[in-house]
């Protein structure tokens, strides 16, 4: 939290009176000032054309593979892995020149961001301290949320940025970034509360901030929220898990060379004032998370026609079987009661004897010996 400008001296006093503009312009860094050496892919960086400088809420940043060097020569691709690739840097702190006001820290915050995404300035960031050489191995991991009637974010459904152009959206945006819109868009209504701009963003018909006025602005922007914002969330975006190690610098045995190469006249001087960065990719291979509708209209059909394929297909096998049972009796009762009727029968004559024929007014016996 900001402390009151009035707990502060006279001097500090007069510097909440100050614009903050022409505060920010003579006292943040230069990119040729806080870094002392820069190289990516083992090659040494024109410094001032590598880091692009951009204001921001926490102070004056600078990125590298930034929006505008991109637009103009596409993005540096990384062709190895592991920690003698990627980008390397020395860093210069200048401790003596730091002043108390909302961090009581020393060290450099630093933002890994997919482009077009910026980073998120108050949430993100690894702070990176004095006298250390850290190193970042990032592994990007791509999410895709399903659109609107979907919920992805919460109750808040997503949009697909990357079809639809958002950048009316944006203050002199050539692209569009939903935490950039949440920035622009709480600045812009911090200056109408606090009846000036800063120098995050240039208000019509309002005066320049100072640096006490900073103390209204964070007022304002703790209580804003992102519904008062109309910042749609994308659906797609990459994001870089990372792998922090750290390990002292200067070591015993390399604090002479390190003090007279950056011209120090003491390694406790130097571990106060510098640290070193790496920063690669920990692999090539990107991993990519999608969600998808537990039903859809292929899958509701495919489904509803599997269990009405089952109970018809389970009905007609019993219906079958059935009339197979009653052919196989109508079959078996004929087939018996044929073989019954066509059996031969056989007649016996009866021996010759003496007894005197029948006489013709009586009837002949028809008894038959079968």
Sequence with gaps: MLLHSQSFSPDLQELFQSDIIDVQQKYAFTAEELFFSAKFENEDLNISEAFESTETSLGRCFTFNGPEYISKNGPRLTK????????????????DQYFI??????GIRMFVAHHPDTPRLRQDGIDIHPGTSTRLALTPVKYTFLPAPYKSYGDVPCLDTDSQDLRHKMVNGSFYSYDNCMEQCHSYTASLACSCYSHLLYVPNLRRCTVGDLFCFAGVRENLTAADCDCPRPCSFVHYSTTLSASQIPSRVSADFLTKLVNVSSAAELRDNYLEIRVYLDTMMLRHERHEGQYNFSSIFAFLGGQMGFFIGASLITLGEILEAILLSVYTFFHKHLLRMGQPVVLASPPAS???STPPHVKPDKRRAW
């Design 80 to 95: 190895l892995v592991g920690r003698e690739s990627g980008l390397r840097l020395y860093v210069h702190l200048f401790q």
């Design 101 to 106: 006001f909302d961090d009581l820290t020393a």
């Design 354 to 356: 003496s007894t005197p």
